[in-house]
């Protein structure tokens, strides 16, 4: 793209064309991630889409969980999939000991932090018996979805729900997550 006429109009252009192609990006992230080893899968896509759809995916499964038709493999499932967390994370934790390059020890890390922060989750929810997706605890969580209705990722806190918005976010550190941070995080849908 040459950066010709009003500045205006081509930037947005290529803000468009970004969006675009990190939705697209997205989408074949989507269709790999269950298929491919995970540590092929993260060093094959673009930090920001390792980390929504890692996110995607951990929502699905625990929304899977806790829809189960039996309230006691709801709580089974819960605390079987708290200790999936744990090995990925022990799995997660060997991979950035290795040789990396930069960009992906610090998506690692990045990952690591989500990573710690879901299975606290999952280990909260476990704590408190959560068996049922409109239970308060699982809602006030920030998942992320891939709607297949619009085609696009939705990102869903308590009773609010947004369009993923395709930001460019880069390989950037991630903000520990801490009791603090859920609680702001879970009070900003309200002003949006």
């Not at 074949?28 to 092929?40: G, M, S």
């Not at 009773?159 to 941070?181: C, F, K, N, Q």
Request: proline share 2%; net charge neutral.
């Amino acid at each position: 793209m040459k950066a010709r006429g009003n500045v205006e109009d081509w930037l947005g252009k290529v803000e468009e064309a970004m969006f675009i192609n990190l939705r697209r990006l997205m989408k074949t992230a989507i269709q790999e991630f269950e298929t491919v080893n995970r540590e092929i899968w993260i060093r094959s896509h673009a930090s920001q889409i390792v980390l929504t759809v890692e996110q995607m995916f951990w929502a699905r499964d625990i929304t899977q969980i806790l829809g189960a038709e039996q309230s006691n493999n709801r709580l089974k499932g819960l605390s079987k999939y708290e200790q999936k967390c744990f090995e990925d994370l022990n799995r997660l934790a060997v991979m950035v000991r290795g040789d990396l390059p930069k960009l992906v020890r610090t998506l690692l890390c990045a990952l690591i932090t989500i990573d710690v922060h879901s299975r606290d989750m999952v280990t909260d929810m476990v704590k408190a018996n959560v068996d049922t997706v409109n239970n308060f605890e699982w809602q006030r969580q920030l998942r992320y979805y891939w709607d297949l209705d619009i085609d696009n990722c939705i990102v869903r806190m308590s009773s609010s729900h947004y369009v993923y918005g395709y930001e460019y976010l880069g390989a950037s550190p991630r903000l520990v997550i801490t009791p603090l941070t859920d609680r702001c995080e879970g009070v900003i849908p309200i002003f949006i």
